[in-house]
C-alpha cells in the first residue's frame, strides 16, 4: 500500500493531507499562531473556580475560556508533583532533582477536588483536548511527554507496555531494559512501535524525553515574560512547553518504513520534517521531498478535488448511494440512501448490499473529518437479524484502522447504530459549496465574455503597483479558456506584454483570480496596499 504525507504550508496555516493508495484517509489544520491551544501543550495555570458538583476546577490556562480540569486527571501522583514545582519556582538558581523528592501519598479515587485545590492556586496542565465550539479545552495535572516509541511521565515510577504487544517474550525484554536506563522518579508508557526496537534506539530517545521535560522545568522557573501572547490578563500565566507541531506529531504517530514519500512545499517546514524522520528512521530520510512547482501542492496531488467531493454535507458512495451527514451539539447523525438505483429486486438484498457499501464510506468519512463524540448512524432498514449482525461485524472490521478510540453498538431496533469516537480536536468542517465572488450571492453577474477583460485589467494594476515576475492563478475553466489557441491566446499575450505567469488553482471560485509574487507569497490588492501606507 503507497502511504504519502502531503503538506502545505501557507502563511496563516499548516494542512495535512494523508493518503493511502492516493485516497486521502485523513486530513488536519493547524493554524501558525501563539493562541493555538494544542493537545500536549503544557502550561502554568491559575484555579479560577472549583465546582463541588461536577468535582472539576475551571483553570486559567491565557485562552478566552477557561480550561476544564477533572478530579481524575490530577493523577495519582498530583501532592508529589505540586510539592516538587513549589521547589522548582521558589529557587529560580537551582533546580531540585526528581530522584530526591519527596513521595507524598497517592490521591483517592473516590476524593473530592476541594480538598486538594483553591480558587487562585498555580499549577502545571497538560492540554487533552482542543477547544471545541464554547467549550475551553480539557487539561490533566498528570503531565507526561511523548514519543514515538514511549511516553515518559514524571513521577510515575512504573513502566507499562501497549497492549498491541501481545508477544510475552517481547513485552519482558522491552520492560526490563527500560529498566535498565530509566531514570529514578519516571515512568513509562512502551508504545506498539517500539516492538523489537534496539536498546541504542530506545535509550536515545529516553534522553530526548529528559531533555525536553528539563527544558519544560527551567522555562518554569524564569520570569513570565512581559508580552507573553495570551487572553489572560494574569502574569504569571503561561505556556511552558508547546508540543511538536501537528506536521512532526502526525508523522511521530503515524510513520511506517512503508511510507512512499513526504512531500513539503515550505522549506523551513521541510527541514524540520527531514530533521526528525533522519531521528526516528535515518533509513528513510530520502523520502521527505520538498515540493517546489508553481501549481498549488493540493491540485498537484489531487487532494483539493476530494475534500470538495468527500467533506460536503451530501458524499456519494459507489452505484449511486449517498450518505447525508449533519452535525448538532450534541451528536452527528449519518442517514444512509441508496438513491433511485436498484442493485438487486430483493428488497432486503438491495438493503444489505448498500448499507456494506455504505458502511466503508462511513468508516472513512469519520476518520477524514476526525469526527469525535456521539454518532448515530440511520442505516437502510433489513429485517434480517443475519445481515443486521454481518453489518455490525463489517463496521468493526473497518474501524480496526482507526487510530482513535471507539466504541460501536450493534443495530438497535430502530435501525439506528450507535458509535462513540475519541474526540479531542474540532472535527474537520469544509464548506464547499461557492459563492460567486462576482454577484456575492445576489444572481446577477457581469457577462462572462468580458471577465478576461477584468482579469487583464487586474493584471495592468497590480504589476504597476508590485513590478513583472507576478504569478496569477485562475480558475481551471478560465485558464484553460484564456490558454486556448495559438494566435488569440491571452496567457501567451499576458506572459510577454505584462511579465506574468498564468496558472490554474483547483480552489478557487470559478471568477475569482489570486496574485503572487516570485515566490508564492499572496499579494493584497493595490487598493488595500495604499489605504495601509
Not at 480550561?67 to 521547589?87: C, I, K, V
Not at 523489537?196 to 531533555?211: F, P, T, Y
Not at 524564569?222 to 511552558?240: I, N, W
Amino acid at each position: 500500500m503507497k502511504s504519502e504525507l502531503i503538506v502545505d504550508v501557507q502563511p496563516t496555516e499548516i494542512a495535512i493531507a494523508f493518503t493511502e493508495d492516493d485516497r486521502l484517509q485523513e486530513f488536519s489544520r493547524e493554524r501558525r499562531d501563539e493562541d493555538n491551544y494544542a493537545v500536549g501543550n503544557i502550561y502554568y495555570g491559575r484555579v479560577k473556580k472549583v465546582m463541588p458538583a461536577l468535582n472539576a476546577a475551571f483553570v486559567d490556562v491565557g485562552y478566552e475560556k477557561e480550561a476544564f480540569l477533572h478530579y481524575p486527571d490530577l493523577g495519582d501522583s498530583f501532592l508529589t508533583m505540586r510539592n516538587y514545582l513549589t521547589q522548582v519556582v521558589s529557587n529560580r538558581k537551582r533546580t531540585p532533582l526528581i530522584e530526591q523528592t519527596e513521595r507524598q501519598k497517592e490521591l483517592a479515587k473516590d476524593g473530592q477536588i476541594g480538598d486538594y485545590l483553591q480558587v487562585g492556586d498555580m499549577l502545571l496542565v497538560q492540554v487533552t483536548k482542543e477547544p471545541i465550539n464554547t467549550k475551553g479545552p480539557r487539561v490533566t495535572a498528570e503531565i507526561s511527554i511523548a514519543g514515538r516509541n514511549m511516553v515518559l511521565i514524571p513521577f510515575a515510577d512504573k513502566v507499562m507496555v501497549s497492549q498491541k504487544i501481545r508477544r510475552e517474550s517481547e513485552r519482558k525484554r522491552l520492560t526490563q531494559l527500560i529498566r535498565t536506563i530509566l531514570p529514578a522518579g519516571y515512568g513509562v508508557i512502551i508504545r506498539t512501535v517500539a516492538e523489537g526496537k534496539r536498546s541504542a534506539e530506545l535509550d536515545n530517545e529516553l534522553k530526548i524525553l529528559l531533555q525536553r521535560w528539563e527544558d519544560t522545568v527551567h522555562v518554569l522557573q524564569q520570569p513570565a515574560p512581559v508580552s507573553a501572547p495570551k487572553k489572560s490578563k494574569d502574569a504569571d500565566v503561561r505556556l511552558v512547553s508547546e508540543e511538536l507541531g501537528r506536521t512532526i506529531g502526525t508523522i511521530r504517530d503515524i510513520f511506517t518504513p512503508e511510507f512512499t514519500s513526504i512531500q513539503v512545499n515550505d522549506y523551513q517546514v521541510y527541514n524540520e520534517v527531514l530533521q526528525y524522520v533522519r531521528l526516528i528512521a535515518p533509513e528513510s530520510a530520502k523520502i521527505v521531498k520538498f515540493y517546489d512547482k508553481e501549481q498549488p501542492i493540493f491540485d498537484h496531488y489531487d487532494i483539493t478535488r476530494q475534500m470538495k467531493t468527500g467533506l460536503g454535507r451530501i458524499v456519494g458512495f459507489k452505484n449511486g448511494g449517498y450518505l447525508t451527514m449533519d452535525k448538532t451539539e450534541a451528536l452527528f447523525s449519518i442517514d444512509v440512501n441508496s438513491g433511485s438505483k436498484k442493485l438487486f429486486e430483493d428488497q432486503e438484498e438491495n438493503a444489505y448490499q448498500f448499507n456494506l457499501l455504505a458502511a466503508d464510506e462511513i468508516a472513512h468519512q469519520l476518520r477524514l473529518r476526525d469526527i469525535g463524540g456521539i454518532i448515530i448512524v440511520d442505516f437502510i432498514d433489513m429485517d434480517t437479524k443475519e445481515h443486521q449482525q454481518q453489518l455490525y461485524e463489517r463496521m468493526r472490521e473497518l474501524m480496526k484502522r482507526d487510530r482513535a478510540r471507539h466504541n460501536i453498538l450493534p443495530l438497535s431496533k430502530f435501525g439506528l447504530m450507535q458509535i462513540t469516537r475519541q474526540r479531542v480536536r474540532p472535527a474537520v468542517e469544509m464548506n464547499v459549496m461557492e459563492v460567486c465572488p462576482t454577484c456575492q450571492g445576489k444572481g446577477k453577474v457581469q457577462p462572462t465574455l468580458l471577465f478576461t477583460d477584468t482579469v487583464e485589467n487586474e493584471i495592468e494594476h497590480f504589476t504597476s503597483h508590485y513590478g513583472k515576475g507576478l504569478r496569477v492563478e485562475l480558475h481551471p475553466y478560465v485558464y484553460a479558456y484564456a490558454n486556448r489557441g495559438l494566435v488569440n491566446n491571452l496567457r501567451l499575450r499576458w506572459q510577454w506584454q505584462y511579465g506574468v505567469k498564468v496558472r490554474e488553482n483547483q480552489s478557487l471560485g470559478m471568477l475569482e483570480m489570486r496574485f503572487k509574487d516570485a515566490k508564492g507569497n499572496l499579494l493584497p490588492h493595490p487598493t488595500e496596499q495604499d489605504s495601509k501606507e
